[in-house]
């Protein structure tokens, strides 16, 4: 299993660990320092408040983590550990952090003629051991997750907050707004968390569309909402404002992931990106040709494209949950061919499902959309042009016929992915603006940084993050924790009644064949080939029964199923024959996924005879 970085791999010992308070006090503080560090100085201030105020309701303890290439910080650690008593400890740990300004050599013979040690030397046996304890804490820090110093644990988990004393003491007094952040933190961070929420608002719109209530939720949905601006207004039903705006927000999340996959992500190069693509482009072209096949000539024809897209939420939540079973490559792969899928999807949607185009606000949305890269080409790095655009760009497209969703991808396709930042020459430009200003605290007149430096400091932010990626981070959990759940409140609703399911059997077979038989067909047919023909190679990571998982993985077809079918079916119950069918593939998919990937197992590059196959691997 993967360790949970934000856990504290080793439980704190009495026998092992350095330790301030009684054993059986409710709060467990654990600090991973560093005696050479400047900010582990800052925060012992802190944490000697923090204790007076809380007294014996906390326990602290204190673990070495010595700057990466110190020699002064590892030999300091080393030091105190040769200290003979706990009392000796802890005297030569305050000197160590409060003794100057910052650690010298000085300190380290100073603590030494208290502990009666030789710094340099010291007794041999003595020295070995203390060697081996620090060892111990390095590499309980690295289970840990730490990354740099200090970094704190509260209770066993990793505290993220500001180290002031008021901040510390609400998160291990354990306050109500500090539980409810820490427990919606941790669900968000839990990579199954937006498949799981996807399928208990699926569920609940379901079981409200069976029950007496389900004249009332249908009646919410169809509800008109209207924007006014003086004589000219905007009205869309609330089902309409979720599938045509608020769903703009998730294809911007998914145009953001494909720009940022094609610049700098899996798909940047040839070699990587080759398998991904050929198995997704099986993926989709498989079960549309299945549908037309089986469905006849008529209406119903128009929904051949239901069953070509992947949920990618599902898919990634199963995989997720399937931990150590699922390689790393594997999971690369199938993001991967997730994002061809929707890229396909995204077009698809642009070709074949349009209404009727109006020119003038075609028109329109061309100049917002050559607007938008003029700022793109102009180096406009800050979001809101961006955004202010996009909205005007979202009008137009939906005043033109097309759907306005497809507004979210053009403004994801226009917004700045820069190449990663030099990260090293950006943190020694913050380190002396940080040092200048902790050289100016004691000023007379003086409140805290400065805003030059605050700006400065606002300034390397920004370039560390690319305004795709900034964008990102910031609208992500908007669409997965919002936008989603709500659209599938609003859309997976169906009734389960004799009327949906009677003379709807081949449009309920053709969508079931397409996605659980024609899209993992499709994901390694076109992949084997691909490999056989030398246009990809397939990693060493992962097995072709794993491939095939993944391949059944990808039958999970929800969101854009699901809108699609709505696009493509004009009768409610067409559409809601459609649901029970991509619900019921979508479950056995996912069955023959986790079927295929539970167990364990090494690579077999022999299966399917393609051992032989011409590598393009580069020597």
Same mark, same amino acid.
């Given at each position: 299993?993967?360790?949970?970085?934000?856990?504290?791999?080793?439980?704190?010992?009495? %026998?092992?660990?350095?330790?301030?308070? $009684?054993? #059986?006090?409710?709060?467990?503080?654990?600090?991973?320092?560093?005696?050479?560090?400047?900010?582990?100085? !800052?925060? %012992?201030?802190?944490?000697?408040?923090? #204790?007076?105020?809380?007294?014996?309701?906390?326990?602290?303890?204190?673990?070495?983590?010595?700057?990466?290439?110190?020699?002064? !910080?590892?030999?300091?650690?080393?030091?105190?550990?040769?200290?003979?008593?706990?009392?000796?400890?802890?005297? +030569?740990?305050?000197?160590?952090?409060?003794?100057?300004?910052?650690?010298?050599?000085?300190?380290?013979?100073?603590?030494? !003629?208290?502990?009666?040690?030789?710094?340099?030397?010291?007794?041999?046996?003595?020295?070995?051991?203390?060697?081996?304890?620090?060892?111990?804490?390095?590499?309980?820090?690295?289970?840990?997750?730490?990354? =740099?110093?200090?970094?704190?644990?509260?209770?066993?988990? #990793?505290?993220?907050? /500001?180290?002031?004393?008021?901040?510390?003491?609400?998160?291990?007094?354990?306050?109500?707004?500090?539980? &409810?952040?820490?427990?919606?933190?941790?669900?968000?961070?839990?990579?199954?968390?937006?498949?799981?929420?996807?399928?208990?608002?699926?569920?609940?719109? &379901? &079981?409200?569309?069976?029950?007496?209530?389900?004249?009332?939720?249908?009646?919410?949905?169809?509800?008109?909402?209207?924007?006014?601006?003086?004589?000219?207004?905007?009205?869309?039903?609330?089902?309409?404002?979720?599938?045509?705006?608020?769903?703009?927000?998730?294809?911007? &999340?998914?145009?953001?992931?494909?720009?940022?996959?094609?610049?700098?992500?899996?798909?940047?190069?040839?070699?990587?990106? !080759?398998?991904?693509?050929?198995?997704?482009?099986?993926?989709? +072209?498989?079960?549309?040709?299945?549908?037309?096949?089986?469905?006849?000539?008529?209406?119903?024809?128009?929904?051949?494209?239901?069953?070509?897209?992947?949920?990618?939420?599902? +898919?990634?939540?199963?995989?997720?949950?399937?931990? %150590?079973?699922?390689?790393?490559?594997?999971?690369?792969?199938?993001?991967?061919?997730?994002?061809?899928?929707?890229?396909?999807?995204?077009?698809?949607?642009?070709?074949?499902?349009?209404?009727?185009?109006?020119?003038?606000?075609?028109?329109? +949305?061309?100049?917002?959309?050559?607007?938008?890269?003029?700022?793109?080409?102009?180096?406009?790095?800050?979001?809101?042009?961006?955004?202010?655009?996009?909205?005007?760009?979202?009008?137009?497209?939906?005043?033109?016929?097309?759907?306005?969703?497809?507004?979210?991808?053009?403004?994801?396709?226009?917004?700045?992915?820069?190449?990663?930042?030099?990260?090293?020459?950006?943190?020694?430009?913050?380190?002396?603006?940080?040092?200048?200003?902790?050289?100016?605290?004691?000023?007379?007149?003086?409140?805290?940084?400065?805003?030059?430096?605050?700006?400065?400091?606002?300034?390397?932010?920004?370039?560390?993050?690319?305004?795709?990626?900034?964008?990102?981070?910031?609208?992500?959990?908007?669409?997965?924790?919002?936008?989603?759940?709500?659209?599938?409140?609003?859309?997976?609703?169906?009734?389960?009644?004799?009327?949906?399911?009677?003379? %709807?059997?081949?449009?309920?077979?053709?969508?079931?064949?397409?996605?659980?038989?024609?899209? $993992?067909?499709?994901?390694?047919?076109?992949?084997?080939?691909?490999?056989?023909?030398?246009?990809?190679?397939?990693?060493?990571?992962?097995?072709?029964?794993?491939?095939?998982?993944?391949?059944?993985?990808?039958?999970?077809?929800?969101?854009?199923?699901? =809108?699609?079918?709505?696009?493509?079916?004009?009768?409610?119950?067409?559409?809601? /024959?459609?649901?029970?069918?991509?619900?019921? /593939?979508?479950?056995?998919?996912?069955?023959?996924?986790?079927?295929?990937?539970?167990?364990?197992?090494?690579?077999?590059?022999?299966?399917?005879?393609?051992?032989?196959?011409?590598?393009?691997?580069?020597?």
């Amino acid at each position: 299993m993967h360790a949970d970085n934000t856990r504290l791999a080793r439980p704190v010992n009495e %026998h092992e660990d350095h330790i301030l308070g $009684p054993k #059986r006090a409710p709060i467990t503080l654990v600090e991973y320092g560093s005696y050479d560090c400047p900010h582990c100085r !800052a925060a %012992h201030e802190r944490i000697a408040a923090v #204790r007076t105020r809380l007294g014996n309701r906390l326990r602290y303890v204190f673990r070495h983590r010595p700057i990466p290439g110190s020699d002064l !910080a590892q030999r300091a650690a080393e030091l105190v550990e040769m200290a003979p008593t706990p009392e000796q400890f802890w005297k +030569a740990h305050v000197a160590l952090m409060t003794r100057s300004e910052s650690l010298t050599e000085d300190d380290l013979h100073y603590v030494a !003629a208290q502990l009666g040690v030789d710094a340099a030397t010291g007794h041999s046996e003595m020295r070995a051991a203390a060697k081996a304890r620090v060892a111990r804490d390095v590499e309980s820090a690295t289970a840990s997750g730490v990354k =740099f110093t200090p970094t704190f644990f509260i209770n066993g988990r #990793r505290y993220d907050g /500001a180290w002031d004393e008021s901040s510390f003491a609400d998160a291990m007094l354990g306050t109500l707004g500090y539980k &409810v952040r820490v427990a919606a933190l941790s669900f968000a961070a839990w990579a199954p968390s937006t498949g799981i929420l996807l399928l208990v608002a699926t569920l609940l719109a &379901v &079981v409200i569309s069976n029950s007496p209530f389900a004249s009332s939720f249908e009646a919410l949905w169809r509800t008109p909402f209207q924007l006014a601006f003086g004589n000219a207004a905007f009205e869309l039903t609330l089902r309409e404002w979720i599938d045509d705006a608020l769903l703009s927000v998730f294809f911007l &999340v998914v145009g953001l992931e494909i720009k940022r996959e094609l610049t700098v992500g899996h798909l940047a190069s040839r070699a990587s990106a !080759a398998l991904p693509i050929a198995a997704a482009i099986g993926g989709m +072209a498989l079960p549309a040709l299945l549908y037309v096949l089986v469905v006849p000539s008529g209406p119903w024809t128009h929904g051949w494209a239901v069953p070509m897209s992947t949920d990618t939420a599902f +898919a990634i939540a199963l995989i997720a949950m399937l931990g %150590h079973r699922v390689p790393v490559e594997l999971r690369i792969f199938l993001t991967a061919a997730a994002i061809v899928d929707d890229i396909g999807a995204i077009l698809v949607v642009a070709l074949f499902y349009a209404e009727g185009v109006e020119l003038r606000w075609l028109v329109a +949305a061309a100049l917002f959309t050559v607007l938008l890269v003029m700022l793109n080409r102009s180096g406009v790095y800050r979001v809101f042009p961006y955004f202010a655009v996009g909205i005007a760009l979202w009008a137009s497209v939906h005043a033109a016929g097309l759907h306005a969703t497809l507004a979210g991808v053009i403004l994801a396709a226009c917004i700045p992915a820069r190449p990663p930042a030099d990260y090293a020459t950006l943190a020694r430009q913050a380190d002396a603006i940080l040092t200048d200003e902790a050289r100016r605290q004691e000023e007379q007149l003086r409140h805290g940084p400065s805003e030059p430096a605050l700006r400065a400091l606002d300034a390397i932010n920004d370039r560390l993050m690319s305004p795709n990626e900034r964008l990102l981070r910031t609208v992500f959990p908007q669409s997965s924790f919002i936008v989603l759940p709500i659209f599938a409140l609003a859309n997976a609703g169906v009734e389960m009644t004799s009327e949906v399911l009677a003379g %709807h059997g081949a449009l309920i077979l053709a969508i079931s064949l397409g996605l659980v038989v024609g899209k $993992p067909l499709g994901f390694l047919a076109a992949a084997a080939l691909a490999v056989r023909l030398g246009v990809a190679e397939k990693p060493e990571g992962y097995s072709w029964r794993q491939l095939a998982g993944a391949g059944a993985l990808a039958g999970i077809g929800f969101t854009m199923a699901l =809108f699609i079918a709505g696009q493509a079916y004009a009768l409610e119950t067409e559409f809601a /024959a459609a649901k029970i069918a991509v619900f019921a /593939a979508s479950s056995v998919s996912a069955a023959i996924g986790i079927a295929l990937l539970w167990k364990l197992e090494a690579a077999e590059p022999v299966e399917l005879g393609l051992d032989s196959a011409p590598s393009t691997r580069s020597s």
